[in-house]
């Protein structure tokens, strides 16, 4: 493994120990080794500074995953300059509101992707605002220059404390503005090393990067890729079936990295027959949103490998837990591991006051990978509690042996009558019915109840659609109690999911709601 103090540090030590490794492979074939990748950075560095971008300027870029996108974050770390990745699925008013709160120097787009006219929305955005960023158009290309031109590389610092803001992330702002989360290279790159520690990561490792590159785990796992020499299978978008494809032609080793990117490598082995389409997979690192115990079970014995490797965290804190290569089966089943290294958590009630071991409460944390606070300072109050803890808003239970099952949102809990019903529970029970694909539980508003429980379900492929007495008697059956059995049954053919694998409740209760 190799350390280095900052992203920049990380990508000259690569080049220089694998010149000739490849670091990523896209699925049109396109190979470029940790040697091109520093020479393209540099180029391009020196392209984005001939347009004035040097230190602490802020460029916001929203690209596909990209062998140009991972080119532009070393660039950008070259010049010691602020990105603030944005993921390609938001539009003009999330878009408008991050670059101009930002206070963005360029915005870097494609020109037009997947049906979208991203120049447009650029121009659309630089007319409502009175100081507009440069619009810098990089098609499958960036900037590009003389290396020889550009000043000397910043100063890597030479503590944690003295690291620089060099990351804005927003998160998602389904119910609200987006919140610009500040971050270190410094907080990537202990989180990578905990993940890597974790997952046993090795050089030879070939990753299947399925996930949008402007999600934190993007430049989390190119951090990982440089510390560890690990090759990247990249695809610009998730597909169901292609990806997959992708993943099994290149013979990948890890697998990720959300419930739906698993199912759907799932439904390709059951759609393969007996042959294994990842002969060398290890494991399917995991994230984003709990999973249903049955599914590590059916990854392991179907796919091959330890099965899922959870972890667990926020855009304010990434990957809080995460489950050890090392760990027993039935706890890389049900839980998303321990507290990484250096992570101190909690588990708190309604009034803060913590829980006993084995007991439901919020979780907060502190941790060396916790953001600098938000860039509007004004929301830090609400986000930590008097003692200075991360209230992370997600239900859980930590046990006796420090490990973590997560059981919802503060939010997404959903009373009935007075009581509690975790969606998850719910979740976890219907996703082993065999008619089930995916399933997604919501809290509906009910004049009687106050809330109604509703499950939303995707039928499994070649099965009848699943019916709501079916449903009930199967939950029963499985032990659920009758205060969180649903009143109504939805099906539809697929269940909504967004770019990072997360289904869109909020858009579900609206859809649903009378």
Known sequence: MLEGRNLWELVEARA?????????????????????????????????????????????????????????????????????????????????????????????????????????????????????????????????????????????????????????????????????????????????????????????????MAFPVTHIAGPIWLASSLMYGLSNVITEAFDPKATPELASREDVTLAGSATFFHMAYLAAQRAAGGERIFPSLRACPGGGAPKPPALHTEIQQELGGQGILSGWGLTEAPILTMASALDPDDKLATTEGRAMPGVLLRAVDLDGNEVGAGEEGELRAKAPQMMRGYLDGSLDADAFDADGWFRTGDLGVIDEHGYVRITGRVKDVIIRKGENVSAAEVENLLYEHPKVADVAVIGLPDAERGEMVCAVVATAEGADALAFDEMVAFLKDAGLRNQALPERLEVVEAMPRNATGKIPKHELRKTYAD
């Open 16 to 208: 220089a120990a694998s010149p000739d490794v490849v670091m990523t492979v896209d699925e049109a074939g396109r190979k470029v080794t940790y040697g091109e990748y520093r020479d393209a950075a540099e180029r391009a560095a020196a392209g984005l500074a001939g347009l004035g971008i040097g230190p602490g300027d802020v460029v916001s870029w929203v690209l596909p995953t990209w062998h140009e996108s991972l080119v532009l974050i070393a660039a950008l770390c070259r010049l010691g300059a602020v990105q603030n990745p944005i993921i390609p699925i938001y539009r003009d008013r999330e878009v408008g509101f991050v670059t101009r709160q930002a206070g963005a120097k360029a915005l870097i787009v494609p020109g037009e992707w997947r049906g979208f006219d991203y120049v447009a929305m650029a121009e659309r955005i630089g007319a409502d605002d009175p100081n507009p960023p440069e619009v810098v158009i990089a098609e499958r290309s960036l900037p590009d220059g003389d290396p020889s031109s550009l000043p000397a590389a910043p100063e890597p610092p030479a503590t944690r404390a003295d690291e620089p803001v060099t990351w804005l992330f927003y998160t998602s702002g389904t119910t609200a503005d987006p919140k610009g989360a500040r971050h270190s290279d410094g907080d990537l790159i202990v989180t990578a090393r905990g993940m890597c520690d974790r997952m046993l990561c090795r050089e030879g490792d070939r990753n299947l």
